[in-house]
């Protein structure tokens, strides 16, 4: 019996080991990441599809008013698409001049459509901007994840199995 159980051991290396590396390394997943700048430290990492949108809110630390920028999840990029806020002013993110399209929502908000494309997307958390990530409905509020003066990335990626796992909390 010891010709069998070798046969069995060198299946078992020759068909599964391999087999279970494939699933762990070469299938991607479109993730949406937000991390520590220093230390890479993930806390949050979400299964995106592409051209998934998700809002990153936050109050401006300049007028002290809220801004709302839907961004969408592009290869490995990100795009900011449109601003919704209620004023423009000294420090807002843009200015007339910098929107494709400018529309009132309702008589309040403010819609600046833009097509600002970057690699990630770096910030600090801080008490006044207060910045929360909204995807699919579920709001997370930076400042529960870390403490104020963080500096974070956002960014889009692709991951095999194992980092994803890796990375999802």
Request: with cysteine; hydrophobic share 40%; glycine share 6%.
């Amino acid at each position: 019996m010891p010709g069998l159980q070798n046969k069995k051991v060198l299946w078992l290396f020759a068909v599964v080991c391999p087999s279970v590396m494939f699933l762990f390394l070469v299938p991607r997943y479109r993730v949406l990441t937000v991390e520590t700048r220093k230390g890479n430290k993930s806390l949050v990492c979400h299964r995106v599809e592409e051209g998934e949108e998700f809002v990153l809110s936050y109050t401006h630390s300049v007028n002290k008013r809220p801004v709302y920028d839907t961004v969408i999840c592009d290869s490995d990029q990100l795009i900011v698409v449109r601003s919704r806020l209620d004023s423009f002013g000294a420090g807002m993110p843009y200015g007339s001049e910098d929107c494709k399209n400018l529309t009132k929502d309702d008589p309040l908000w403010i819609v600046c459509e833009v097509d600002y494309r970057v690699r990630e997307i770096a910030l600090f958390v801080g008490f006044t901007a207060d910045h929360k990530n909204i995807i699919r409905g579920k709001e997370i509020r930076f400042l529960d994840l870390v403490q104020p003066g963080t500096s974070l990335t956002i960014r889009s990626l692709t991951l095999p199995l194992y980092s994803f796992l890796k990375k999802k909390r």
